[in-house]
Each structure stands twice: as structure tokens, then as C-alpha cells.
Nanobody
């Protein structure tokens, strides 16, 4: 059973940066894809970024140019570098990993950017 543990969330002032991490355990293989999603208060969960096993990335328009997704296969860890944070980035961030067609989710962590 794959488990994902997120870290790196917290409170940061507008314009600041945070680096989120998502460490996977329970599999000897690297994920087929890693992704990040977020859910703001009162809103549905939305896509933020994804990276394939081959390193191809895709971003939501709202974070393009500010966020960077990456992965370290040796550590079974995915990252989300978030720069130039805005109050509208405030949300619970969830990491996702795809292993052989099965989707796994982390428990989520808060990122707060006060206005």
C-alpha cells in the first residue's frame, strides 16, 4: 500500500516562497506521475501541477511561471516550489501519485497567504 506524506506547508506573506514535499513509501517503483492539487475554502479541489515519469510537466494557468513541480526518483519524493505567492493561493494542498493506474492521495496540508 502506497502512502504519501506531505510537508512544507505553512503561513507565508504575499510575495514569499514555500517548497512542498511529498514523500512516498510502500513501493519500490517510481510513480508513473506525481501531481499537486489544492482546495480553497468553499471551493472544489483543483489541479495545480503534474509531472510524468519522463519529466514532462503541466501547470494550471493560475500558477504558471510561479510554481515548479519536480521529482526525485531516488528519494521517491515530489516537490512543488511555490514562488511569488498570492492570497488566492491559500488552500489545502494535496499531493497525488499514480502507480500502475491506481491513484493515491496525501492527507493534505495548509498553505496560508494572508492578504
Amino acid at each position: 500500500q502506497v502512502q504519501l506524506v506531505e510537508s512544507g506547508g505553512g503561513l507565508v506573506q504575499a510575495g514569499g516562497s514555500l517548497r512542498l514535499s511529498c514523500a512516498a513509501s510502500g513501493s519500490t517503483l517510481s510513480a508513473n506521475a506525481n501531481g499537486w492539487y489544492r482546495q480553497a475554502p468553499g471551493k472544489q479541489r483543483e489541479f495545480v501541477a503534474v509531472i510524468s515519469g519522463g519529466g514532462i510537466t503541466r501547470y494550471a494557468d493560475s500558477v504558471k511561471g510561479r510554481f515548479t513541480i519536480s521529482r526525485d526518483n531516488a528519494k521517491n519524493t515530489a516537490y512543488l516550489q511555490m514562488n511569488s505567492l498570492k492570497p488566492e493561493d491559500t488552500a489545502v494542498y494535496y499531493c497525488n501519485a499514480q502507480y500502475s493506474g491506481i491513484s493515491y492521495w496525501g492527507r493534505g496540508m495548509e498553505v496560508t497567504v494572508p492578504s
